[in-house]
Nanobody, 128 residues
Framework: QVQLVESGGGLVQTGGSLRLSCAASGQTFSTYPMAWFRQAPGKEREFVTGISWSGSRTYIADFVKGRFTISRDNAKNTVYLQMNSLKPEDTALYYC?????????????????????WGQGTQVTVSS
């Protein structure tokens, strides 16, 4: 079992930046592909970005491409989401997720339906 704890959310003005962190428990974090999802009120959860466990490959959704960057520090058991040029439509609860129950190729970035462990989320609010 792994615990994922997000932090770094908050209120920011349009055009501002935030950096989210997701700290994971356990000694095998370095073998977990990780991802960030978000869900706004009344909307479905969106797959924002993912990273392979080696960190060598990433996926980024078109709606945040060029603005958001995912990274990981396996020595710190932490994955990050750097968010720049924020827009009001980025307002949502941001979750990190991991694939824990399967062993995957080091450069594989799982699809949105493959994640099996979730954090509680951190709220990001972008004011106009």
């Amino acid at each position: 079992q792994v615990q994922l704890v997000e932090s770094g959310g908050g209120l920011v003005q349009t055009g501002g930046s935030l950096r989210l962190s997701c700290a994971a428990s356990g000694q095998t974090f370095s073998t977990y592909p990780m991802a960030w999802f978000r869900q706004a009120p009344g909307k479905e959860r969106e797959f924002v970005t993912g990273i392979s466990w080696s960190g060598s490959r990433t996926y980024i959704a078109d709606f945040v491409k060029g603005r958001f960057t995912i990274s990981r520090d396996n020595a710190k058991n932490t994955v990050y989401l750097q968010m720049n040029s924020l827009k009001p439509e980025d307002t949502a609860l941001y979750y990190c997720a991991a694939v824990v129950r399967r062993s995957l190729f080091s450069a594989y970035v799982p699809g949105k339906d493959e994640y099996d462990s979730w954090g509680q989320g951190t709220q990001v609010t972008v004011s106009s």
